[in-house]
């Protein structure tokens, strides 16, 4: 009897922080995946702060639903109650650059902003955005915030 091996989906898996720069490679992603007919994966990533002393931090605070949050609330923003089809949404504990590369393996494409939260106004390109384009195993898409889309209407 041979084995009936199934190919995992295409998959187009893009950065989410909140910032325009993300909301952004949202919007390219969406219409890439739809153009490859892939899944689209919105990937967010939260990690303690390193300043903070534990004593500065309330008990009832949780960044993972805070991101969750910023993540939901991104996607609905930029999609409203019109997301593509069986798009999947994660959020993922560590550094945001690590857990892109790793939810991107095997994918069609990893579409991140130029820079999200926390980067340093004038630069072209932000850490993260940096660390993916040279380690991902699959093709990078860097987003300029003020790159509209070829063909589409906003």
Not at 30 to 47: E, K, M, P, Y
Request: proline share 5%; hydrophobic share 45%; glycine share 12%.
């Amino acid at each position: 009897m041979s084995e009936v091996r199934l190919d995992p989906p295409k998959r187009v898996v893009v950065g989410v922080d909140g910032s325009e720069q993300s909301k952004q490679a949202l919007r390219w992603a969406a219409r890439f995946a739809a153009s490859v007919d892939a899944r689209l994966d919105a990937v967010a990533a939260w990690q303690y702060p390193t300043g903070f002393g534990w004593g500065a931090v309330p008990l009832e605070w949780s960044p993972g639903q805070d991101m969750e949050k910023v993540l939901t609330e991104t996607v609905d923003e930029v999609f409203g109650s019109d997301r593509p089809a069986g798009m999947r949404l994660a959020v993922r504990e560590g550094y945001a650059a690590r857990v892109l590369l790793d939810e991107s393996e095997g994918a069609l494409m990893l579409v991140v902003g130029s820079r999200g939260r926390g980067g340093f106004t004038g630069l072209l390109l932000g850490s993260v955005s940096a660390s993916v384009a040279e380690h991902a195993k699959c093709p990078v898409l860097v987003v300029h915030g003020d790159q509209t889309i070829p063909g589409a209407s906003e």
